[in-house]
T-cell receptor
């Protein structure tokens, strides 16, 4: 079945450092790919998405490119801030069963220190 | 701008008790889902609904029931709580078949003792 694999955390960075969180997927067909962010005590918020190969999703300085050849959707940010500390989830859309549901990775916790 | 509202935010149950987690959305979304979040496992789909009167099982449905009598509401029922159901529960809704993003509620943290 379809699945998502994320790098294990926690990831600890200093402010203004470069961030990469790896995400690879296994899927039949051509799913849409997503990054969600969960701040402490809150629900998940959609951070960015890409719906076809070579699409680049971007939001709030974060970027991720849909790479079909490597089945990857790595999240990057050039300069992180303390306010970026959160748990980040990679997800794909799964159409099987006639319902467009989300398949999530395990999540990666990011801690940014001043 | 309420979005998806979940109640309660926290709950402690004794083994064998029953309860209902409430979820309501005001965006006229057809699709609604319940997920549970456990450490190291991401979010797993419990049940989902594609419209009023239509529900189906997700990845981990055992021990949970749902119904969808209106577009707005999608309650999740625990019939006889077990410690294995200790988790954080999220309700989510979406408008489109091609899933241009789900809107999540803020979650219910449930502890079963």
């Amino acid at each position: 079945g379809n699945s998502v694999t994320q790098m294990e955390g926690p990831v600890t960075l200093s402010e203004e450092a470069f961030l990469t969180i790896n995400c690879t997927y296994t899927a039949t067909g051509y799913p849409s790919l997503f990054w969600y962010v969960q701040y402490p005590g809150e629900g998940l918020q959609l951070l960015l998405k890409a719906t076809k190969a070579d699409d680049k999703g971007s939001n709030k300085g974060f970027e991720a490119t849909y790479r079909k050849e490597t089945t990857s959707f790595h999240l990057e940010k050039g300069s992180v801030q303390v306010s970026d500390s959160a748990v980040y989830f990679c997800a794909l859309s799964d159409f099987s069963g006639g319902y467009n549901k989300l398949i999530f990775g395990a999540g990666t916790r990011l801690a940014v220190h001043p | 701008n309420a979005g998806v509202t979940q109640t309660p935010k926290f709950q402690v149950l004794k083994t064998g008790q029953s309860m209902t987690l409430q979820c309501a959305q005001d965006m006229n979304h057809e699709y609604m889902s319940w997920y549970r979040q456990d450490p190291g496992m991401g979010l797993r789909l419990i049940h989902y609904s594609v419209g009023a009167g239509i529900t189906d099982q997700g990845e981990v449905p055992n021990g949970y029931n749902v119904s969808r009598s209106t577009t707005e509401d999608f309650p999740l029922r625990l019939l006889s709580a077990a410690p294995s159901q200790t988790s954080v529960y999220f309700c989510a809704s979406s408008s489109g078949v091609f899933n241009y993003g789900y809107t999540f509620g803020s979650g219910t943290r449930l502890t079963v003792v």
